[in-house]
């Protein structure tokens, strides 16, 4: 998983990659990238290196064990899905996990999002 601010800047701690990475703030959407999540409501294309298609129903993320506020989920690019969340508003600062759960199926662990208002 990665993810980014919604002006496409990483989010990440400013150490990670000084001067392009900042941490996202409680209550801040932001977009998250990652690949695996199944069939969409548009049928892949084989061969194409185009590809759309909503989830449905929306995974469930949870950053820091708090459920997150998924207002997309979908496919965008060959195997590529993006997934605009709003981070939790109770979440306080440092690194959080995050996870997410679709169709029963657990993303991996390990997985943080940096947060800092």
Do not use: C, R
Request: glycine share 14%; aromatic share 6%.
């Amino acid at each position: 998983m990665i993810a980014t601010h919604l002006n496409g800047s990483l989010v990440g701690p400013p150490t990670l990659y000084p001067g392009a990475s900042t941490p996202a703030q409680p209550g801040e959407e932001v977009v998250i990238y990652a690949n695996g999540f199944g069939p969409t409501s548009v049928q892949v294309i084989s061969g194409s290196i185009t590809q759309s298609g909503a989830l449905s129903p929306l995974p469930v993320i949870q950053m820091g064990g708090v459920n997150a506020t998924v207002l997309f989920a979908g496919l965008v690019a060959p195997g590529e899905f993006q997934f605009n969340v709003t981070i939790p508003a109770s979440l306080g600062n440092g690194d959080q996990t995050i996870a997410a759960t679709y169709g029963g199926v657990l993303t991996q662990s390990g997985t943080m999002v940096t947060i800092h208002n």
